[in-house]
């Protein structure tokens, strides 16, 4: 069995990218574990089609002469990741997928989807990082699966607008916590009040379907009342806007300028060194219960996979996301209607002394579920026979051509 990656080298969310390594950027694989576990069995065979913008130190470029560079790429990325020769196979030409290959491509990675024609096989597209900007490609391309880890064909309130064309199979995975996130400290020895963590940002694709251009308004409003909150919560949000002054490049700017301008930001300005600046494993640690609020477009933060993985008992919105996950409300998280008036009324019944024993089997629940669900092997394992049941089911629809 074959499985396809598209440009691997360039997916930062697989490995760490040459680019990462260049300016010593911070990276967060999110999806590491997938390659990790799919390396380790011997009956699949991982693949990278490198295609004609596999470059992704200049992924937008058409020059030849610099494209021709892409395979050493490839090459000197696998070798600092410690992934050997050998143990990926590349595909240089289109021709070269096969029928019964299973094709992964990553949305957000928008060069990846620039075939001259789609191959004949089954492709399943990641949605990680959900935007609705390539939707006019991956419509050519037409995928016969899509997932991420919330389902976005029903989550989010514009998806029909941007992806009508999709009436296929959208599958959900879950988030899946780092190695370094479990429980250090003893449950009664940690402060009885919740911590609040996660980025606060502002697509501007958000305010024609809510109102809004904030994509985590949940967060925001324990940031906005952080004072208000300093008996129940204790806030270690970040706002973007007003947390990381941006060098921002004009396109009236010649050439030489915008690159100077795109230097300055990775080298010298703030990227919330604040919001990095403390380990988040210690402050999970160091509170009984964690609130990571969701994007409004329909999505948990993985802080609360992390949260609830270091025995902290989560607080989450009841709207369903976690249901999805096998997750149940009183038994693995605490449910709140999103106001802060129930996130405060919530906190403040399980602060009681007659609560307690309450609050720990909460605690205890949800950080096994997610130890035993959602680490990296049993997640890909998952993910990876999902692929091949929708694989038969679509071999069996679209014979091979003769």
């Known amino acids: 069995m074959r499985v396809v990656f598209v440009n691997l080298h360039g997916n930062e969310f697989l490995v760490k990218t040459l680019n990462k390594y260049i300016f010593k950027q911070s990276v967060a694989m999110k999806h590491k574990y997938i390659l990790d576990y799919l390396l380790s069995r011997d009956d699949v065979e991982v693949c990278t089609f490198i295609n004609r913008r596999g470059l992704s130190l200049s992924y937008s470029t058409d020059n030849r002469f610099l494209q021709s560079f892409r395979f050493l790429e490839h090459d000197i990325t696998m070798k600092k990741n410690g992934i050997p020769k ?152 970040s706002d973007y806007l007003e947390d990381d002054k941006v060098a921002k490049s004009s396109a009236n700017d010649n050439k030489l300028k915008q690159i100077a301008t795109r230097l300055h930001s990775k080298f010298f300005l703030g990227h919330q060194k604040k919001y990095y600046s403390f380990d988040m494993v210690e ?9 990571v609020g969701e994007e409004i477009i329909g999505l948990p933060g993985i802080g609360f996979v992390e949260g609830m993985a270091c025995g902290c008992a989560y607080l989450g919105q009841t709207v369903g996301y976690y249901e999805d996950y096998g997750m ?40 096994e579920f997610v130890r035993k669900h959602f680490n990296g092997p049993a997640a890909a394992e ?18 091979a051509n003769k």
């Not at 196979?89 to 019964?100: A, S």
């Not at 020895?189 to 501007?204: C, D, H, I, L």
């Not at 209607?337 to 089997?361: C, F, M, R, T, V």
């Not at 998952?382 to 014979?399: F, V, Y």
Request: glycine content about 4%.
């Open 86 to 237: 050998d143990k990926i196979t590349v595909l240089k030409h289109e021709n070269e997928i096969r029928h019964d290959d299973i094709v992964i491509m990553y949305q957000v990675f928008w060069t990846q989807i620039d075939f001259d024609h789609r191959p004949d096989a089954f492709i399943a597209v990641s949605q990680l990082h959900f935007t609705p900007w390539a939707s006019k490609s991956l419509e050519q391309v037409d995928p016969d699966l899509m997932y991420n880890e919330s389902n976005m064909m029903k989550r989010f309130v514009g998806f029909n607008d941007f992806f009508g064309w999709f009436n296929k199979q959208y599958l959900v995975i879950p988030f899946v916590f780092a190695e370094r996130f479990k429980v250090i400290k003893p449950f009664n020895e940690r402060q009885n009040k919740a911590v609040s963590v996660g980025t606060v940002t502002y697509p501007n694709y958000l305010d024609k379907y809510y109102g809004t251009n904030c994509l985590q308004p949940a967060r925001k409003q324990v940031y906005d009342n952080a004072k208000e909150l300093t008996p129940w919560v204790d806030c270690f949000n």
């Open 283 to 291: 402050k999970f640690n160091d509170y009984k219960m964690c609130v």
């Open 328 to 367: 149940k409300e009183g038994v693995h998280y605490i449910g709140y209607d999103g106001s802060l008036d129930d996130l405060k009324a919530k906190i403040s019944y399980y602060q009681q002394p007659e609560h307690q024993q309450e609050l720990e089997a909460i605690a205890t629940a949800g950080c």
């Open 382 to 399: 998952s993910l990876l026979n999902n692929l091949i049941d929708a694989q038969r089911r679509w071999l069996a629809e679209h014979p």
